[in-house]
T-cell receptor
Framework: GENVEQHPSTLSVQEGDSAVIKCTYS??????FPWYKQELGKRPQLIID?????GEKKDQRIAVTLNKTAKHFSLHITETQPEDSAVYFC???????????FGKGTRLSVIA | DAEITQSPRHKITETGRQVTLACHQT?????MFWYRQDLGHGLRLIHY???????NKGEVSDGYSVSRSNTEDLPLTLESAASSQTSVYFC???????????FGPGTRLLVL
């Protein structure tokens, strides 16, 4: 089955700097790649997603890139702010209504 | 507004007791999922359902069961609670076309 690896497990950046979180997946049939943000004590919430027919997607300070050949995708956060501090999860799934497989998460700390 | 709710939000039980966690969504989503979240393991899929009377095992289904008698609810039952089942449990729902999963607020379960 699908396996999703996420790195790094923790990341600290200075406010205003960029943060990059990377994920790799094992199943070349996977075609949907969402990213979730989970603040302390809260539920995971979708922040951005990408499908395999697109190489990059942006939403304000957040962008996701996908390399299907290498089977990896990345989350980029620019101009980080303290409110970006949270745990971020990547996930992958195949077409045909299959469940998401999540990475183990990255704890991002933005230092003011 | 449509939403997804979980109850109870906090539960303390004893080893060997049967426990049922409730999940209710008002989006009329066909797909519903149960995850457990433990430090260092991210979100692990317990059971999922693609519609009424449909249930499927996930990655960590041993000791858990679900039933789907209507679209809105997917209760999770721990048949005989074990200390290893101490965790935070999240329910989620989605529509097949969008694949976006919406998470409930979570239930924190402590098994003594």
């Amino acid at each position: 089955g699908e396996n999703v690896e996420q790195h790094p497990s923790t990341l600290s950046v200075q406010e205003g700097d960029s943060a990059v979180i990377k994920c790799t997946y094992s199943d070349s049939a996977s075609n949907y790649f969402p990213w979730y943000k989970q603040e302390l004590g809260k539920r995971p919430q979708l922040i951005i997603d990408i499908r395999s027919n697109v190489g990059e997607k942006k939403d304000q300070r957040i962008a996701v890139t996908l390399n299907k050949t290498a089977k990896h995708f990345s989350l980029h956060i620019t101009e980080t702010q303290p409110e970006d501090s949270a745990v971020y999860f990547c996930a992958a799934s195949k077409a045909g209504n299959t469940p998401l497989v999540f990475g183990k998460g990255t704890r991002l700390s933005v230092i003011a | 507004d449509a939403e997804i709710t979980q109850s109870p939000r906090h539960k303390i039980t004893e080893t060997g007791r049967q426990v049922t966690l409730a999940c209710h969504q008002t989006w009329n989503h066909n797909n519903m999922f149960w995850y457990r979240q433990d430090l260092g393991h991210g979100l692990r899929l317990i059971h999922y359902s693609y519609g009424v009377q449909d249930t499927n095992k996930g990655e960590v289904s041993d000791g858990y069961s679900v039933s789907r008698s209507n679209t809105e609810d997917l209760p999770l039952t721990l048949e005989s609670a074990a200390s290893s089942q101490t965790s935070v449990y999240f329910c989620a729902s989605s529509e097949p076309l969008t694949e976006t999963q919406y998470f409930g607020p979570g239930t924190r379960l402590l098994v003594l």
